[in-house]
T-cell receptor
Framework: RKEVEQDPGPFNVPEGATVAFNCTYS??????FFWYRQDCRKEPKLLMS???SGNEDGRFTAQLNRASQYISLLIRDSKLSDSATYLC?????????????FGTGTLLAVQP | ETGVTQTPRHLVMGMTNKKSLKCEQH?????MYWYKQSAKKPLELMFV???????ENNSVPSRFSPECPNSSHLFLHLHTLQPEDSALYLC??????????????FGPGTRLTVT
């Protein structure tokens, strides 16, 4: 079983749509969670951290369910500029340092 | 703009060449990382340096040799690479401390092609 699993997509949605991405992780001891965004041929950039209580940043909402080891990202009112690969990332503290485990990413294509 | 820079941005090398990738972070962080990103695969952690000490070496072949002369600079020395080593090599940095959710910030990467 992969440490972090995501649906690779692609998700093709029209502008203005709401889209949700899901992610599961295998290590129940994982301590913190993130969504990163990666544009084509660019580096990953932090989109948002994910907290147990859920958190929202504008059109983006992240949720964490520790019991089910499940993370989600909801994007409302999709824009063309949201087209990218969204990476689910889990932080396993390894004693000496933080160790990020990346999913393969979910590709989102927002259509005009 | 990113506080992590990488050079070169693109590199084509033969299997017998020796080259080095350079990374510099301007964020005052105390940990630096090398990742490999191949097509259709998740980012793979290669090396971690915390306070200039190597704390992680993820079974990377010896043809990849990291060097961290200080907390702001990280190198990846390459020699006798194989075509399957062609990938995007990403450097990242973070501020390490006690257990927490410290984010990592990535450089733009070096796209390496081994011919």
């Amino acid at each position: 079983r992969k440490e972090v699993e995501q649906d690779p997509g692609p998700f093709n949605v029209p502008e203005g749509a709401t889209v949700a991405f899901n992610c599961t992780y295998s290590n129940s001891a994982s301590q913190s969670f993130f969504w990163y965004r990666q544009d084509c041929r660019k580096e990953p950039k932090l989109l948002m951290s994910v907290y147990s209580s859920g958190n929202e940043d504008g059109r983006f909402t992240a949720q964490l369910n520790r019991a089910s080891q499940y993370i989600s990202l909801l994007i409302r009112d999709s824009k063309l500029s949201d087209s990218a690969t969204y990476l689910c990332v889990v932080n396993n503290y390894g004693g000496a340092t933080n160790k990020l485990i990346f999913g393969t990413g979910t590709l989102l294509a927002v259509q005009p | 703009e990113t506080g992590v820079t990488q050079t070169p941005r693109h590199l084509v090398m033969g299997m017998t060449n020796k080259k080095s990738l350079k990374c510099e972070q301007h964020l005052g962080h105390n940990a630096m990382y090398w990742y490999k990103q191949s097509a259709k695969k998740p980012l793979e952690l290669m090396f971690v340096y915390s306070l200039e000490e190597r704390v992680e070496n993820n079974s990377v072949p010896s043809r990849f040799s990291p060097e961290c002369p200080n907390s702001s600079h990280l190198f990846l020395h390459l020699h006798t690479l194989q075509p399957e080593d062609s990938a995007l090599y990403l450097c990242a940095s973070s501020q390490e401390g006690s257990v927490g959710s410290y984010e990592q910030y990535f450089g733009p990467g070096t796209r390496l092609t081994v011919t």
